[in-house]
């Protein structure tokens, strides 16, 4: 069965649930220039930098949620 995706803005991912999907070693395989030190600061200071780009730029950054 194919999962439900759902296309959200990153602000409503709590970051430590980002934290923890950074810090996964199977997505760090697939982004080369991914650091370590994850944790739910960096995350949140990594959202708020990405949702800034909005009123900047008027366009940003989206996530999609595999089964909600």
């Not at 803005?9 to 923890?20: N, V, Y």
């Not at 600061?41 to 366009?59: H, S, V, Y």
């Amino acid at each position: 069965m194919e999962p439900e995706l759902t296309f959200v803005s990153l602000s409503e991912i709590a970051p430590a649930q980002f934290a923890d999907y950074m810090s996964n070693p199977r997505v760090a395989e697939h982004m080369p220039l991914l650091t370590s030190g994850w944790n739910e600061e960096a995350a949140a200071n990594f959202i708020a930098m990405k949702e800034a780009c909005w009123p900047r730029d008027g366009l940003g950054h989206w996530t999609f949620l595999a089964d909600g």
